[in-house]
Each structure stands twice: as structure tokens, then as C-alpha cells.
């Protein structure tokens, strides 16, 4: 059960670097750091886009409009962060000295 549970925790890891990488890329795009005609920066920002949007944007639907500013990415990783620890507790029977 350990592994299953490692297994998870490695999987939210993953998606919330993909998400911070998200936000990141978006800044970076939005101040010309990054020019997105590149092929690389084109690519791996379409491959954020494809693995986060799908989650992204049904919280940007529920959330306020708040002009300009995108909290989705903080709701989802904030929700993240509480599932795994739900979730990793119910595999592993127990919540006690699990600090993620």
C-alpha cells in the first residue's frame, strides 16, 4: 500500500509543478520574455495548456471575475493538496504523521 500511496503523491507533485509551470509560462508570454512563434516554447506550452485546461476551466467558470487576475491555478493546487492528503490517508489507514 506504501507504493500505491507514493505513486499518488508523486502524481499531484507532478501536476501542480505542471500547474506552476502553467502560470509561469503564461507571465512570461504575457510580459515578451518568452516569444511563443519559438518551436520549443511552443510546444511545451501547449503541452501545459492540453494537461491543465481540462481542470482549470471549470474553476474559472465558477470563480468571480476579478480582472485580469487567475486564481484557478491556487483553488485547484489548494484542492489537490487536500485530496492527496485524504486520499493517501484512506490507502494507508492512517493520517498520523503524514505531512505530504
Known sequence: M???AQLIDFVVDFYIFCLIASAI???LVAFN?????????RTIGQFLYRITEPAL???????P???????SPVVLIIGLMVA???VICD???FCAGYTG
Open 91 to 93: 490507502v494507508m489507514g
Open 57 to 63: 476551466g471549470p474553476i474559472r467558470r465558477l470563480l
Open 33 to 41: 520574455v518568452l516569444n511563443p512563434h519559438n518551436n520549443t516554447a
Open 84 to 86: 492527496r492528503t485524504f
Open 2 to 4: 506504501a507504493a500505491i
Open 25 to 27: 509560462m503564461s507571465w
Open 65 to 71: 471575475d476579478l480582472g485580469g487576475i487567475d486564481l
